[in-house]
Nanobody
Framework: QVQLVESGGGLVQSGGSLKLSCTVSGRPITDYTMAWFRQAPGKERDFVVRIGRAGRNRYHAMSARGRFTISRDNAANSVYLQMSSLKPEDTVIYYC?????????????????WGQGTQVTVSS
């Protein structure tokens, strides 16, 4: 059984930083392009950033460029999201996701396995 488990969410002040982690079990993370999405209540799940299987190719949504960095440690079966210069509008639930075919997309429907999400709250 494949599980993706996020951690690292919490409360941070505006302008602060936070690092999210996602650990995959039940399957090698190298099977996946990994991505982070985020979702506000009542809204669609939005793409944030993705990283290729070898960790060389990254693609950021416009909202994430310059502030969010994705990385992965395949030996640890984990992917990370380093967030800086956080804003109150970054207050949402963050999800990690894995896509096991192709080279990665920014469409949530293309992802095969998901974590349960972790809440990030940025206070003004």
């Amino acid at each position: 059984q494949v599980q993706l488990v996020e951690s690292g969410g919490g409360l941070v002040q505006s302008g602060g930083s936070l690092k999210l982690s996602c650990t995959v079990s039940g399957r090698p993370i190298t099977d996946y392009t990994m991505a982070w999405f985020r979702q506000a209540p009542g809204k669609e799940r939005d793409f944030v950033v993705r990283i290729g299987r070898a960790g060389r190719n990254r693609y950021h949504a416009m909202s994430a460029r310059g502030r969010f960095t994705i990385s992965r440690d395949n030996a640890a079966n984990s992917v990370y999201l380093q967030m800086s210069s956080l804003k109150p509008e970054d207050t949402v639930i963050y999800y990690c996701a894995g896509q096991d075919s192709g080279y990665g997309t920014d469409n949530a429907k293309d992802y095969d396995d998901w974590g349960q999400g972790t809440q990030v709250t940025v206070s003004s």
